[in-house]
């Protein structure tokens, strides 16, 4: 009878050991599903987002399967933002001065910032008046003497944390993807003042004209694109025909340059895609500048 028990429970032990083994199994299987048709519906629409003629506001860039299961896609002008590089190879002080000192800089700790930018982009070892060259970083390595390749790679420069510490949300205004022409259609109020001079007020306006009644971009009563031109723009920030001729080089009001968020869920699981794209609407195949996956529960930071 005890060798009875003793078979008995094994066997129990052995029913029980495959049980959880094979529950294990399912789970395994059931989450490698859930991770594949996150990356296929993320693939699809990032596909669909990335063709030139899509609009923003398209349907299908949102799109819900069920009730645990959808998809959405946010686009937006990366050429609202302020690409380091074109301002440096312009050396257009001015611009990076009245940015420094709306965010609190000195007027001499805003040079010396600016000129040890330019030593980390030039291709030489001379130092500006109040710049760095390598004796100045230790002679690590730095700086890079070539262009910015990431935003993070500018707050690396010698100065850079008198930048931080006045204002640190300053990497919100900069893109190494951008074009270099500022499309003021996008731009946030702040930078389009500082960046034409123009009144916060009249930059203000300016958004709501493209932005409809809502107040919204990319919804159904936002003007049809190209209906505000960029003299009509440059009218409404009040800048005088003479200045227009002059800004119209570095200023549009369109964006060929895009940032696509593509958010996924899949029963409990979310997954989100950033890509930086260039190709403007009806001109051929676009071009991948920047892509990231990542999971939002672990990085609200797409960029």
């Known amino acids: 009878m005890l060798a009875v028990l003793w078979v008995v429970t094994l066997l129990i032990t052995l029913v029980a050991a495959t049980a959880l083994l094979i529950t294990q199994d399912v789970d395994a299987a059931a989450s490698k599903r859930q991770i594949f048709r996150s990356r296929m519906l993320a693939e699809t629409a990032l596909a ?9 506001d398209e349907p299908l860039l949102r799109r ?6 959808r998809y959405e896609v946010h686009m937006t002008g990366e050429d609202g933002l302020i690409n380091p590089n074109m301002l440096l190879q312009r050396e257009d002080r001015e611009t990076f001065r009245r940015i420094f000192r709306n965010w609190g800089l000195s007027l001499p700790q805003c040079d010396a910032v600016i000129d040890c930018l330019l030593d980390w982009v030039d291709g030489d070892d001379f130092k500006h008046i109040n710049g760095a060259e390598s004796k100045a970083y230790g002679n690590n390595g730095m700086p890079f003497n070539r262009p910015f390749r990431s935003v ?11 930048v931080e510490k006045a204002y640190p949300e300053w990497r919100s205004w ?12 996008e731009a946030k109020p702040e930078i389009v003042s500082l960046f ?15 932005a409809g009644f809502d107040g919204i971009r990319y919804t159904e009563d936002d003007p049809p694109e190209g209906s505000i031109g960029l003299e ?13 001729a002059q800004l119209s080089s570095i200023l549009s009001v369109t964006s060929p340059t895009k940032r696509i968020v593509v958010r996924v869920q899949v029963g409990d699981l979310k997954r989100e895609v950033a890509a930086v794209i260039r190709g403007a609407i009806g001109k051929g195949a676009t071009t991948i500048l920047f892509l990231q996956e990542s999971n939002p529960s672990e990085s609200e930071n797409g960029r």
Do not use: C
């Not at 987002?49 to 899509?54: G, K, L, T």
């Not at 819900?64 to 299961?69: C, G, P, T």
């Not at 993070?152 to 008198?162: H, P, S, T």
């Not at 900069?174 to 259609?185: H, P, T």
């Open 152 to 162: 993070e790679e500018m707050g690396m420069v010698r100065g850079m944390e008198l």
């Open 48 to 56: 669909i987002a990335m063709n030139p003629d899509v609009q923003p």
């Open 64 to 69: 819900q399967f069920s009730d645990d299961e």
């Open 232 to 244: 009509q723009a440059l009218n409404i920030l009040g800048i005088p025909t003479t200045s227009a």
């Open 196 to 210: 034409t001079g123009a009144d916060m007020g009249r930059t203000q306006n300016l958004q709501k004209q493209f």
């Open 174 to 185: 900069f893109s190494v993807y951008a074009s270099g022409q500022l499309d003021i259609s």
